[in-house]
């Protein structure tokens, strides 16, 4: 796996070869230039979420991924890092219209929930509401996997609201910083 590129310090009188300079300049700053990111979006729902379980959000579209976190065939509730540092994660969702229970959403990684990743509600009626989760810093080393979970306690199984681009459930990651 790839690793964060690093500045090299240079002494007075060296002379910087194009080696040097690909791997110590270019590639850091070109690093900086485009860092990690993605987001994805399930266009298509999956099966109906079981009442008062928490369940992870599986993400058939991809809108960008260009550090290959994600795949659509395989884990696809997933974003796997490919660099150690800090990420920004942040997403949402809306279920099928129902007025009864709780809608809750949460982040976790490799099983565990993140602090301060979740986000609850109550629907109120039965229109079609939408759920932001708050965005939040998260740390992952290299192979960390980080998911987007939802849960609803209607008494009945509900499934993610898929119908309208602007309720997709969605799920973004963004690389910050080493």
């Known amino acids: 796996m790839p690793?964060?590129?690093i500045t090299r310090v240079f002494v007075a009188g060296e002379v910087v070869l194009a080696g040097y300079f690909n791997t110590y300049?270019?590639?850091p700053v070109n690093f900086l230039l485009s860092p990690p990111l993605f987001q994805g979006r399930q266009t298509t729902a999956q099966t109906a979420l079981t009442t008062a379980t928490f369940t992870a959000i599986l993400f058939d579209t991809e809108d960008v991924d260009s550090a290959n976190g994600h795949s659509t065939s395989s884990n696809t509730s997933r974003y796997t890092a490919?660099?150690?540092g800090w990420y920004r994660?942040?997403?949402g969702m809306a279920?099928?219209?129902?007025a009864t229970g709780r809608r809750l959403s949460r982040f976790?990684?490799?099983?565990s929930t993140v602090v301060a990743g979740s986000l609850s509600g109550n629907p109120g009626n039965a229109a079609v509401i939408g759920y932001a989760l708050r965005p939040t810093l998260v740390f992952l080393n290299q192979t960390d996997f980080l998911e987007t979970f939802g849960f609803q306690d209607s008494g009945s199984g509900l499934q993610p609201f898929v119908t309208n681009p602007e309720y997709q459930p969605s799920?973004?990651?963004e690389f910050i910083s080493a």
Do not use: C, D, R
């Open 3 to 5: 690793s964060v590129p």
């Open 25 to 27: 300049i270019s590639g």
């Open 82 to 84: 490919q660099y150690t």
């Open 89 to 91: 994660a942040g997403g």
């Open 95 to 98: 279920f099928a219209g129902n």
């Open 108 to 111: 976790i990684v490799n099983t």
């Open 171 to 173: 799920f973004n990651v």
